[in-house]
């Protein structure tokens, strides 16, 4: 659920920065090239330095995006897994019931 959410926020995020064109901070209308770990969050250079980050392991935005890719993929092939598993289960069952 915590992925998702992230996932959501980030393309309400690129919609935001218009079509192709570079995200942007609300608050400093710099470029979002940085992710907060500890928010979960794309921020700029500036918020980096402020005080509501200046305490948090930050990663560059590509990074983090490659990481939350992988983790996505992931679960995407846990569930794959467990749908085949069903089905199988399923198959029998109804193989059984017949």
Partial sequence: ????????????QATRGGAGGERLCEKHQEALKLFCEEDQTPICLVC?????????????????????????QAHVQILKDRREKLLGLKTAEEGKSL
């Fill in 1 to 12: 659920a915590k992925i998702i959410e992230i996932a959501k926020r980030l393309s309400l």
């Fill in 48 to 72: 980096r330095e402020s005080q509501a980050h200046r305490v948090h392991a930050v990663v560059p935005i590509e990074e983090a995006a490659e990481e939350h890719k992988e983790k996505f």
